[in-house]
């Protein structure tokens, strides 16, 4: 409330900020900028990117993996139908031309063997002959006559030499195990079954083998053993074919981690900084105008942080330069109460020591209403965080806050009256109704305390599209033009001769006008002219945002 003073009006200090999660139209003349809204497909850009990187390497590294598998078990199955095939035409020969049936089958090994020889291709396959009882007749490696030739290793010292023989010798439980899977494919042949599949050689490579029996009627007269030693170069192509896929897959997957890197992990350590920076002292915001262009999470955090410390300093000021104007208010009148009491005990007229102890009372509701007023404005911040915003009747409130006036009102005080519109409906906004309440009370006090005894005071309320508007209006002197706008610096007053003087802090507008601002609405001073362009008055005027229901 505006009131009357001595001093000359303070510098305007900056207004506290609003609070946050309240929807603004401007704050300090400045419009508030909208939180970025992506649309489309779940998830941010930025989110949505480095997905689609890391997702993208999988895929090529699966669908590599999934082809080669496909590719060897085709080549493999491939193999064993081949050899299959030269197995049945085999042991159909041998079983026509080197066997005899009287007096009971059997088949001719020597012949057997030479047929064998003819039939076989010792560079492609290993053939091996069996007769019924399981004992090898014919091997292809006996009987080609290619020498395999090997480079050999450098020359080592003898016990070098030998430690390097036993380490590349095969352990004899691995050529036993060998062996004895060898022996249960030729076993399986002889009870008549076909044997096609994969195993390992006496060398340990994987070979694929095909074991046929040879038939004579019912009787099995042998085996026929194909097996082919390439499956390991084929596995070997392979892997040498996945290469390229996983090259791919780790250049992706390199790409994707330095995108992360340094779309998000450099980003948020320099924000971090930034704020180990306003934490230190070294600067009271956080500003970082490349990273705010962005157009993604790490643009809108880097706006909201610096929107946050922006606001954080400018509470800061708003705090400092309150400190000083409370520093200069109380200053007066404790010079006053100083000079007062020194002057007491020097006074003997009985007169002069009346006016000094009236002074000396004055100057103390003066410090009382100082101080209530300045715990008022300060606490005003925590109780508009700690209430939660609800809906606010207006028409219950304006009547309840002009009743109270009404109730306690004498004769010859200055009336207030609630020009409430017929069949106005209800008008509602989203706030909290203490601090909706107080700005009432704040303007209809510093319309009283300009309105000559017997005036009335008038509130009014009614609805302009989606707003509401709340005008307090007195029959006053009004308000110069040139102070239209200072009237809300705190501790300004500019009273009316006569007017009891440190009746009032300065404070009432102030803080009326920050609660208005923190539920995103608006309070303006202007002066009620009659005929001629007269001033007959001042009006205030309190717009807030409709809900509409």
């Known amino acids: 409330m505006a009131s009357a003073t001595d001093t000359g009006s303070p510098e305007t200090a900056a207004d506290a900020p609003p609070e946050p999660g309240v929807l603004e139209r401007t704050v300090r003349g400045k419009t508030t900028r909208p939180r970025l809204k992506f649309t489309g497909l779940p998830g941010s850009r930025l989110g949505r990117l480095i997905l689609a990187f890391n997702l993208l390497g999988l895929a090529i590294l699966i669908s590599g993996a999934l082809v080669l598998n496909e590719l060897r078990r085709g080549l493999v199955n491939a193999r064993i139908d081949s050899l299959s095939t030269q197995g049945e035409l085999i042991a159909s020969i041998l079983n026509q031309a080197a066997t005899v049936?009287?007096?009971?089958?059997?088949?001719?090994?020597?012949?057997?063997?030479?047929?064998?020889?003819?039939?076989?291709?010792?560079?492609?396959?290993?053939?091996?002959?069996?007769?019924?009882?399981?004992?090898?007749?014919?091997?292809?490696?006996?009987?080609?006559?290619?020498?395999?030739?090997?480079?050999?290793?450098?020359?080592?010292?003898?016990?070098?030499?030998?430690?390097?023989?036993?380490?590349?010798?095969p352990e004899p439980s691995s050529l036993k195990e060998r062996q004895a899977a060898l022996q249960r494919e030729v076993a399986a042949a002889l009870q008549g079954a076909r044997y096609a599949g994969l195993r390992r050689n006496a060398d340990g490579d994987r070979v694929?083998?095909?074991?046929?029996?040879?038939?004579?009627?019912?009787?099995?007269?042998?085996?026929?053993?194909?097996?082919?030693?390439?499956?390991?170069?084929?596995?070997?192509?392979?892997?040498?074919?996945?290469?390229?896929?996983?090259?791919?897959?780790?250049?992706?997957?390199?790409?994707?981690s330095f995108l992360l890197n340094s779309l998000v992990a450099q980003p948020v350590l320099r924000m971090a900084r930034a704020a180990d920076r306003v934490r230190h002292g070294g600067a009271r915001a956080i500003s970082l105008p490349d990273l705010a262009r962005r157009d993604d999470e790490v643009g809108d955090l880097t706006?909201?942080?610096?929107?946050?410390?922006?606001?954080?300093?400018?509470?800061?000021?708003?705090?400092?330069?309150?400190?000083?104007?409370?520093?200069?208010?109380?200053?007066?009148?404790?010079?006053?109460?100083?000079?007062?009491?020194?002057?007491?005990?020097?006074v003997e007229e009985a007169g002069a020591r009346e006016r000094l102890l009236s002074i000396l009372k004055n100057d103390v509701q003066r410090l009382d209403r100082l101080v209530t007023d300045i715990s008022n404005a300060s606490r005003l911040d925590a109780e508009l965080s700690r209430?939660?915003?609800?809906?606010?009747?207006?028409?219950?409130?304006?009547?309840?806050?002009?009743?109270?006036?009404?109730?306690?009102?004498?004769?010859?005080?200055?009336?207030?009256?609630?020009?409430?519109?017929?069949?106005?409906?209800?008008?509602?906004?989203?706030?909290?109704?203490?601090?909706?309440?107080?700005?009432?009370?704040?303007?209809?006090?510093?319309?009283?305390?300009?309105?000559?005894?017997?005036?009335?005071?008038?509130?009014g309320l009614w609805r302009v599209q989606d707003e509401a508007i709340v005008t307090v209006s007195d029959n006053g002197p009004g308000i110069p033009p040139e102070n239209l706008e200072t009237v809300f610096q705190r501790f300004y007053t500019s009273r009316p001769k006569g007017s009891a003087f440190g009746g009032n802090s300065g404070l009432g507008l102030s803080i009326a006008r920050q609660i208005a601002e923190a539920h995103g609405g608006t309070l303006r001073a202007e002066n009620r002219t009659g005929a001629e362009g007269r001033v007959i008055g001042a009006m205030f005027t309190l717009v807030l945002p409709e809900t509409g229901e």
């Open 208 to 256: 694929v083998s095909v074991s046929l029996p040879i038939r004579h009627v019912r009787a099995v007269l042998g085996v026929v053993t194909l097996e082919a030693s390439d499956v390991d170069a084929i596995i070997a192509r392979e892997r040498a074919a996945l290469i390229p896929f996983i090259l791919i897959a780790i250049a992706v997957t390199l790409a994707s």
């Open 303 to 346: 706006r909201s942080l610096e929107a946050m410390t922006q606001a954080l300093s400018e509470r800061m000021d708003a705090i400092e330069s309150f400190a000083a104007d409370v520093a200069h208010e109380i200053r007066n009148p404790l010079t006053s109460l100083r000079s007062a009491v020194e002057t007491l005990d020097l």
């Open 101 to 169: 049936g009287e007096p009971e089958p059997q088949m001719d090994a020597a012949y057997a063997t030479e047929l064998l020889q003819t039939l076989s291709n010792p560079k492609a396959q290993r053939a091996r002959l069996f007769d019924s009882k399981g004992r090898l007749v014919a091997d292809s490696d006996w009987m080609a006559d290619e020498v395999q030739q090997r480079d050999l290793p450098p020359a080592r010292p003898r016990d070098a030499a030998q430690g390097l023989d036993l380490m590349h010798r």
């Open 387 to 459: 209430d939660q915003p609800k809906l606010v009747d207006l028409n219950r409130l304006v009547g309840d806050v002009v009743s109270t006036y009404q109730n306690v009102a004498r004769a010859g005080d200055v009336k207030v009256a609630f020009n409430a519109h017929q069949g106005l409906e209800a008008i509602t906004v989203i706030g909290r109704e203490g601090p909706l309440g107080q700005i009432l009370r704040n303007l209809i006090d510093n319309a009283r305390s300009f309105s000559p005894p017997g005036e009335t005071v008038s509130v």
